[in-house]
């Protein structure tokens, strides 16, 4: 098989274009989940660069999951993963989350999940049916801690997700759905009845979804989201985020 690597040119950073050309040749597959590139020795003469160059532009691309170095054995294409995926975003808004964000996530959560919810309705199969009904009775029987509760709160939400039997569903909630445990641990621990409420919304969501009533879905899902909308901004309004709130003021 021809060579899709070029010789890289003297100026620029060498590594970042040999990084630029081996992740060109994986996304337009000339290499695929699991395939061999060439050794490191062989890159250095298609690329014409040492092996410096080589071995930085193969880091980089194993810290981004595209490769994996084998030791002894070679230079492989990584299956991509979901984490794969979602890490980098996830790692972005985590890194750009302050706690005033709750709101820029409770409303894209408004807007993406009641039609979700509405898919989901309309195109689960019996094993997310168990799995949402297992997620319920779960939520319901815990007596974990707050970071326990808010942890089978998104699980159920994201089964939701999987449930519309869309693969990319998923792949746009996870980012967001990963910056929620911090957000309703608060909620839990300052909101008297808030497992109650996630509780009887998460039954009338998944009651309406069994009965394939996407309509249901997406009502149901929409006034849960705004429930929770009104809890956050209860749990904004305590005096310890007030404080913290003047606190970050007062260093600006």
Known sequence: MPSPFTPVPSRGTLSKVVESQIEGAIRSKRYTAGAKLPSEL??????????????????????????????????FVSNV????????????LQLKYEHES??????????????????????????????????LDDLEKSQGDYSELSRLDMKFHLDIAKAS????????????????????????????????????????????ILRRDGEGAEASMKKH??????HIRQTMKRPEHSAAKKKTLSKS
């Not at 690329?47 to 999951?65: D, N, P, Y």
């Not at 993963?81 to 972005?92: G, Q, W």
């Not at 569903?169 to 608060?186: C, D, F, N």
Request: one cysteine or more; charged letters at 25%.
């Open 81 to 92: 993963s979901v984490e794969t995926v979602t890490d980098p975003i996830s790692l972005y």
């Open 42 to 75: 062989e890159l250095c003469e298609q690329f014409q660069v040492s092996r410096t160059a080589v071995r930085e532009a193969l880091r980089m691309l194993s810290a981004r999951g595209l490769v994996s170095v084998i030791k002894g054995k070679g230079i």
């Open 165 to 208: 039997e869309n693969t990319l569903i998923p792949l746009l909630l996870e980012p967001i759905h990963r910056l929620m445990p911090q957000i309703k641990s608060s909620v839990y621990e300052n909101v008297k009845d808030a497992k109650e409420s996630a509780v009887k919304w998460h039954r009338k969501i998944v009651d309406a």
């Open 102 to 135: 709750s709101l820029d996530v409770i409303h894209a959560r408004q807007i993406i999940e009641p039609p979700i919810a509405a898919s989901a309705a309309h195109h689960h199969t019996e094993e997310d049916a168990d799995q949402l009904v297992k997620d």
């Open 225 to 230: 989201l705004e429930i929770a909308e009104q």
